[in-house]
């Protein structure tokens, strides 16, 4: 089984910044490569929403409410995506997961982890 390992949540005060990273052990290099990946969020009682992806060209895009503040990035080396949050809003507060969309149509999903930003 294929796995998406997360780390890098906790809690933070606002305005304080985390990195979260998400590495993909298993994943055969070229399909890393080839995936579109991404970082989404679910806080309780909303739905799941994109925060912010990369496609395999190296083109990112981030939800509005994150645009400026938030940064991914991957290290295909290292098969690892990474989330820098910075200027954190209470409202960032959720679980948040990361996400491979392959090229041969397969989604595969980490285990999420806890971000709480304290106001």
């Known amino acids: 089984q294929e796995q998406l390992v997360e780390s890098g949540g906790g809690l933070v005060q606002a305005r304080g910044s985390l990195r979260l990273t998400c590495k993909a052990p298993r994943t055969i290099l070229s399909t890393f490569t080839g995936s579109t990946l991404a970082w989404y969020r679910q806080s309780p009682g909303k739905e799941r929403e994109l925060v912010a992806n990369i496609i395999p060209g190296g083109n990112t895009n981030y939800a509005d409410s994150v645009t400026g503040r938030f940064t991914i990035s991957k290290d295909n080396s290292r098969k690892t995506i990474y989330l820098q949050m910075n200027s954190l809003k209470p409202e960032d507060t959720a679980v948040y997961y990361c996400?491979?969309?392959?090229?041969?149509?397969?989604?595969?999903w980490g285990q999420g982890t806890q971000v709480t930003v304290s106001s």
């Open positions: 996400h491979h969309h392959t090229y041969y149509g397969e989604d595969k």
